[in-house]
């Protein structure tokens, strides 16, 4: 007879892997189903890599609670597991002083500690090439690469007797006599309870079991570069731009990463797949959901410019350039090099509205984690330690 599972979780990205973890040290018997052939292939290893300090979020909302605590419990698995990252701050830039006033309100609400406005002076010994003269330093945030970490999650769930199945594509999901019957492309499990970490699939696996999402998950791709090692110096830590709170992920930032290559990016552009890290990946079927879908409709009557204004920039190297002269001077257009794209699970509501916080949907004996953006891996362990709490 198969082992009779007490949870079962689809998606081995950093979310499932941390929720598995969590369930998996209460002394429960668990199983994530993966459909590729190691952990954190998509969105969990194709990030930009900052752990982020959560001043962008409204304080004590569900997205600004799980990001503080998910970066402590993050920092104490990265010590433990003597994993390489950095903590030596960022400077979040802007021309308006009164943004940068008002984010430093902000971080004296969330009692965020040492974050001070920077004039000209300040910023250019923290970053000497910076060209901004108004700057907020936020010593919170950080580096690490996200893949390295979903691995050693991945390791210490294996090690405490979890069950990690790889190449499982979820197919059909089945409620029958108190147990989720969980059918893949090789193989049928059963479990007392069912978790759902899928990601870009999320909206896909809930609808197996049943839900009516109001809401659609639609990829953006996000673009970067990496810039010439000969110009490492430019940068020390990480310049950011402070975020339209319409549209929290755009904006180009530049990162230093954990193995001191500077990063620039990332643009969004709306991916032909849900797994369309180029433009030449192209899912008909996936399209045709996103394309029929009137959300994304609505979504695009309001945002039509950005949205050519991101797609221009996507084509033309010359346009990402003249961003990243804004920030700092000398860079050519040969010292740009692509970088692995990623694509964003971006949750959309059918009025059009970019869904910016976590959604969880309970089901018949699951739940489902329907949307869990920027700051998700920074917030990971939070994540996981809030539905073990949950569902136990």
Not at 107 to 115: H, I, R, T, W
Not at 192 to 212: K, P, R, T, W, Y
Request: include cysteine.
């Amino acid at each position: 007879m198969e082992k009779v599972y007490d949870y079962a979780i689809a998606g081995g990205g950093i979310v499932g892997l941390s929720t598995a973890l969590h369930l998996q040290q209460s002394g429960k018997n668990v199983l994530v189903l993966e459909k590729e052939k190691t952990p954190g292939q998509h969105q969990s290893g194709r990030n930009s890599g900052v752990i982020h300090s959560g001043i962008y979020y409204q304080p004590n909302s569900f997205k600004s609670n799980l990001c503080i605590r998910g970066r402590e419990l993050l920092i104490d698995f990265l010590n433990e597991q003597n994993i390489p990252h950095r903590i030596e701050g960022k400077i979040v830039v802007d021309h308006n002083v009164d943004k940068i006033s008002n984010l430093l309100s902000r971080s004296e609400a969330l009692n965020m500690s040492g974050v001070k406005v920077l004039e000209k002076n300040d910023i250019q010994k923290i970053e000497p090439y910076c060209k901004f003269d108004n700057a907020l330093f936020v010593p919170q945030a950080g580096v690490v690469d996200y893949k390295v970490v979903t691995e050693a999650i991945a390791d210490k769930f294996v090690s405490l007797g979890g069950d990690i199945h790889f190449f499982e594509k979820l197919k059909k999901i089945e409620t029958n006599k108190g147990y989720k019957h969980l059918s893949t492309n090789r193989k049928n499990y059963e479990a007392s309870f069912f978790i759902n970490c899928a990601g870009l699939f999320s909206d896909v696996v809930a609808l197996q079991d049943n839900l009516e999402p109001e809401l659609k998950i639609i990829p953006f791709r996000g673009e970067y570069y990496v810039i010439d090692e000969s110009k490492s110096h430019l940068v020390n830590n990480m310049i950011y731009p402070i975020s339209n709170p319409d549209l929290p992920f755009l904006g180009i930032h530049l990162t230093k990463t954990v193995d001191n290559h500077i990063e620039a990016g990332p643009n969004a552009v709306l991916a032909l797949a849900k797994e369309g890290y180029k433009w030449t990946n192209i899912n008909l079927k996936e399209f045709a959901g996103t394309a029929g879908y009137k959300g994304m409709w609505k979504l695009g009557k309001k945002y039509f410019k950005t949205g050519i204004s991101e797609m221009y920039r996507s084509l033309n190297k010359r346009v990402f350039l003249k961003e990243i002269l804004e920030y700092i001077p000398n860079i050519e257009m040969n010292d740009l090099k692509p970088r692995v794209s990623g694509v964003r699970a971006q949750a959309v509501s059918s009025s059009g509205d970019l869904v910016d916080d976590f959604v969880f949907q309970e089901g018949e004996q699951s739940l489902h984690v329907l949307n869990s953006p920027s700051p998700a891996a920074t917030a990971s362990f939070a994540i996981g330690e809030y539905i073990a709490k949950k569902v136990i």
